[in-house]
Each structure stands twice: as structure tokens, then as C-alpha cells.
Nanobody, 118 residues
């Protein structure tokens, strides 16, 4: 069984920086694209950033130039470095990984809250 566990959530001041991590564990052979999503209060979940197995990255327009997504394949870990944070970055952040286990499928973390104060 595959599990994704996020860490690094908490309270950040506007203008500050913060880092999220997401580590996959369990019995699997490979990980494809890794992504971060977020769900602001009262809104729908949205894609924040993704990174493919070949290290191609993609960002939402709202975070371009401020957030950086990276991965450590040896540790099956996904990172999100967030800089120049804004109040509107407040959300529950979820990681998602495409993992080849018994079947190829998408696996989600449980979500972690990040609150940006003004």
C-alpha cells in the first residue's frame, strides 16, 4: 500500500517563505509526475505546480516566480519552496504522485494547512 505524507504546514507572515515536503512510502517501483494542489477556503482545489520524471516543471500563473517545485527521487520526496507569500496563498495543500505499484495510479496526501497572515 502506498502512502503520501506531507509536512511543513503552519503559519507564515506575508512576504515570508515556507517549504512543504511530501514523502511517499510503501511498495512501489517508480514515481512519475509529482504535483502540488491547493484548496483555499470556500474554493475548489487547484493545481499549483508539477514536476515530471524528466524534471519538466509547470506552475499556476498565480505562483510563477514565487514558488519552486523540486523532487528527490532517491527519497521519493516532493518539495515546494514558497517565497514572497501572499494572504491569498492560504489554503490546504495536497501532494499528488503518479505511482507504479500493483497498478499505475494517482495517490494523494492527506493535505496540510498553510496560513499566511497579513
Amino acid at each position: 500500500q502506498v502512502q503520501l505524507v506531507e509536512s511543513g504546514g503552519g503559519l507564515v507572515q506575508a512576504g515570508g517563505s515556507h517549504r512543504l515536503s511530501c514523502t511517499a512510502s510503501g511498495d512501489f517501483s517508480s514515481i512519475g509526475t509529482m504535483s502540488w494542489y491547493r484548496q483555499p477556503p470556500g474554493e475548489q482545489r487547484e493545481l499549483v505546480a508539477s514536476i515530471s520524471s524528466t524534471l519538466n516543471t509547470n506552475y499556476a500563473d498565480s505562483v510563477k516566480g514565487r514558488f519552486t517545485v523540486s523532487r528527490d527521487n532517491a527519497k521519493s520526496t516532493l518539495f515546494l519552496e514558497m517565497n514572497s507569500m501572499k494572504v491569498e496563498d492560504t489554503a490546504v495543500y495536497y501532494c499528488k504522485m503518479i505511482i507504479s505499484a500493483q497498478n499505475l495510479g494517482a495517490h494523494w496526501g492527506q493535505g496540510i494547512r498553510v496560513t499566511v497572515s497579513s
